[in-house]
Antibody
Framework: EVQLVESGGGLVQPGGSLRLSCAAS????????MHWVRQAPGKGLVWVSR????????SYADSVKGRFTISRDNAKNTLYLQMNSLRAEDTAEYYC????????????WGQGTTVTVSS | QSALTQPPSVSGSPGQSVTISCTGT?????????VSWYQQPPGTAPKLMIY???NRPSGVPDRFSGSKSGNTASLTISGLQAEDEADYYC??????????FGGGTKLTVL
């Protein structure tokens, strides 16, 4: 079964850091582009970042550029999102998602992990 | 990276058709055939319904169709069913190699 499982969310103070992980199974993780998408409580989806299959190409939304870093370990079938200098507006459900069985579009999603930035 | 523009809500009765629009610019929706649509029932992760403007992934009913004209993409759901009630989001690739989502549209089946 194709599956993505996020972990690492939690409560963090403003200015703090958190690293999210996304464990992949059921498909050849190293072959596919991966993304992070977030959703603030009661709000819409917001694209955060993406990384290519070998980890050498990345891109970020302006709102997180310079603070967040996407990376992957293909040997461990795991995607990461290092989040630094966190702000209250980063509070959201964070989803990892992949472009797996289609040429484009995010066809595989995790269940999400909750990040709360508050003092 | 402004969000794409979607109507906040649409509604229809069972069996009817509804269309959700998604308006961007020539730097995103209008510039590439890389528009996707997602369905998100409450409390669940999004599900891909349409990719590359008009293609359906395996398992998505053919009641769902997509199109694009200029800077506006559209998702049409025909033969509306109760289980179609959800939030729908469009997404597009942009000229600065990022992706952008629309604000979302709540579909109510009357």
């Amino acid at each position: 079964e194709v599956q993505l499982v996020e972990s690492g969310g939690g409560l963090v103070q403003p200015g703090g850091s958190l690293r999210l992980s996304c464990a992949a199974s059921g498909f050849t993780f190293s072959t596919y582009w991966m993304h992070w998408v977030r959703q603030a409580p009661g709000k819409g989806l917001v694209w955060v970042s993406r990384i290519n299959s070998d980890g050498r190409r990345t891109s970020y939304a302006d709102s997180v550029k310079g603070r967040f870093t996407i990376s992957r370990d293909n040997a461990k079938n795991t995607l990461y999102l290092q989040m630094n200098s966190l702000r209250a507006e980063d509070t959201a459900e964070y989803y990892c998602a992949g472009v797996v069985a289609v040429p484009s579009g995010l066809d595989v999603w995790g269940q999400g992990t909750t990040v709360t930035v508050s003092s | 990276q402004s969000a794409l523009t979607q109507p906040p809500s649409v509604s229809g009765s069972p069996g009817q058709s509804v269309t959700i629009s998604c308006t961007g610019t020539s730097s995103d929706v209008g510039g590439y055939n890389l528009v996707s649509w997602y369905q998100q029932p409450p409390g669940t992760a999004p599900k891909l319904m349409i990719y590359e403007v008009s293609n359906r992934p395996s398992g998505v009913p053919d009641r769902f169709s997509g199109s694009k004209s200029g800077n506006t993409a559209s998702l049409t759901i025909s033969g509306l069913q109760a289980e179609d009630e959800a939030d729908y989001y469009c997404s597009a690739y942009t000229s600065i190699t990022t992706w952008v989502f629309g604000g979302g549209t709540k579909l109510t089946v009357l």
